[in-house]
């Protein structure tokens, strides 16, 4: 039997290329679209070394609808498609709304477009936990409520979550998943893929193996004094494969029929809340590196504490993060020493 084709825009990114290389090794064929804007061309190798298969690679923006239309035209086989394209700096985003609204916006809404005429059963969108603002409540449920967006990057995944809700509403002929992501880190365990931050790091895993590896002097911790047990911030550290791998989940549901309703809606984290000092201590132990850090001020807009109940994933979607941590931190590590060794 053929392999059913699944459509990755935003393939070379950090968790595009995870998902693909996921993909392929359950069987599926991938046709990647990315403008490269924020990713590299030899991830195609990185894929290819991991899977021993290159996936498909269209280079193209997918604002343009026209583009995305030839790509159809030439793919009439894709079933579903996985749409991370997107524009994802916080802080660029409040200097530059324009660029994020077209981007994060057009991109969905031509995919939308394009998806009846198209045939394609499903598409799996990359929201966030950032829809869940400072929350009232820990760990926060997919009915937890959604709060006003602090920055145009936030407010992008709220309105493209209402697109597809709207859309779906309407009755289109096909089905979407929002997958609401906490914090995705960590890299591909053979060091093969793994995040590439553009410029200073602002997340703070690509800050800390900067600063191991000697890029950056020290990392700075933002503020020690919040009410939280060591005084940092808590987030919910989840592994870049783990996560991958719930696309696959995801898209198979979608294009089996085996979803519950037209739009589902699932929460990916480990259920675990990790402080920033727990996980600079547990990247230490898991290396045997150093970190040096210093506590620093406060970060404005920083959400002090927020981390995922990942039941309904967990029992629905039948996916589950099962990668300690103390493993993602090494496989973090080995990545950025492997992106050391190129340069
Ligand atoms: P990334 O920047 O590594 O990957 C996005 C990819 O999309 C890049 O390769 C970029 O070149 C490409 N791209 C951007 N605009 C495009 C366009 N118009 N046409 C074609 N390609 C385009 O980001 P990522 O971390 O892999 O994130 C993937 C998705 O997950 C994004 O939608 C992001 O908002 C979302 N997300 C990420 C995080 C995170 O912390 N990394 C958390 C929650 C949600
Ligand atoms: C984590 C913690 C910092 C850097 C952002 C986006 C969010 C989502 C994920 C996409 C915080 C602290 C960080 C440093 C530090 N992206 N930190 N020193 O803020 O949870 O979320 O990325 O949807 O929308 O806002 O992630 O990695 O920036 O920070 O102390 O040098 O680490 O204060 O507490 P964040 P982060």
């Known amino acids: 039997m053929d392999k059913k084709r699944i459509l990755v825009t935003g393939g070379t990114g950090y968790i595009g290329s995870h998902t693909t290389v996921e993909l392929i090794n359950a069987g599926y064929s991938v046709v990647i679209i990315d403008n490269l804007s924020n990713s590299n061309?030899?991830?195609?190798?990185?894929?290819?070394?991991?899977?021993?298969?290159?996936?498909?690679?269209?280079?193209?923006?997918?604002?343009?609808?026209?583009?995305?239309?030839?790509?159809?035209?030439?793919?009439?086989?894709?079933?579903?498609?996985?749409?991370?394209?997107?524009?994802?700096?916080?802080?660029?985003?409040?200097?530059?709304?324009?660029?994020?609204?077209?981007?994060?916006?057009n991109t969905l809404v031509n995919l939308l477009d394009l998806m009846p005429e198209n045939k394609v059963k499903g598409i799996v969108f990359s929201s966030s936990c950032t829809v869940y603002g400072e929350p009232d409540e820990n760990p926060v449920t997919e009915q937890s409520p959604i709060k006003p967006a602090t920055s145009p990057y936030g407010n992008t995944k709220q309105i493209c979550e209402e697109i597809i809700r709207d859309v779906i509403a309407a009755g289109a002929p096909f089905s979407a998943i929002i997958l609401r992501y906490f914090n995705p880190v960590g890299a591909h365990p053979s060091a093969l893929i793994g995040e590439l931050p553009n410029g200073v790091p602002q997340n703070l895993v690509p800050y800390l193996t900067q600063t191991a590896i000697g890029i950056r002097k020290q990392l700075s911790v933002f503020g020690d004094d919040y009410d939280t047990p060591d005084g940092s911030c808590i987030r919910d550290?989840?592994?870049?494969?783990?996560?991958?791998?719930?696309?696959?989940?995801?898209?198979?549901?979608?294009?089996?029929?085996?979803?519950?309703?037209?739009?589902e809606t699932f929460n990916l984290g480990t259920g675990r809340g990790v402080s920033v000092l727990e996980l600079i201590n547990t990247f230490e132990q898991a290396t045997g590196v150093k970190v040096p850090y210093v506590i620093a001020s406060r970060r404005a807009g920083d959400i002090v504490k927020v981390w995922a109940d990942p039941t309904y994933a967990n029992t629905v979607l039948g996916w589950k993060a099962t990668t300690p941590l103390a493993d993602t931190m090494a496989a973090a590590w080995k990545w950025q020493k492997a992106l050391a060794e190129k340069k």
């Not at 193209?60 to 749409?83: K, M, S």
């Not at 029929?257 to 037209?262: D, S, Y």
Request: one cysteine or more.
């Open 41 to 105: 061309i030899e991830v195609l190798d990185g894929i290819e070394a991991i899977t021993g298969v290159r996936p498909d690679f269209v280079e193209g923006d997918c604002r343009d609808i026209e583009t995305l239309r030839r790509l159809f035209a030439d793919y009439p086989d894709v079933v579903g498609i996985i749409n991370f394209a997107a524009s994802k700096a916080v802080g660029e985003s409040v200097e530059k709304p324009l660029l994020y609204y077209r981007n994060n916006i």
């Open 237 to 263: 550290f989840i592994d870049v494969v783990d996560l991958a791998r719930a696309h696959v989940q995801a898209v198979a549901r979608m294009v089996e029929g085996r979803n519950l309703n037209p739009v």
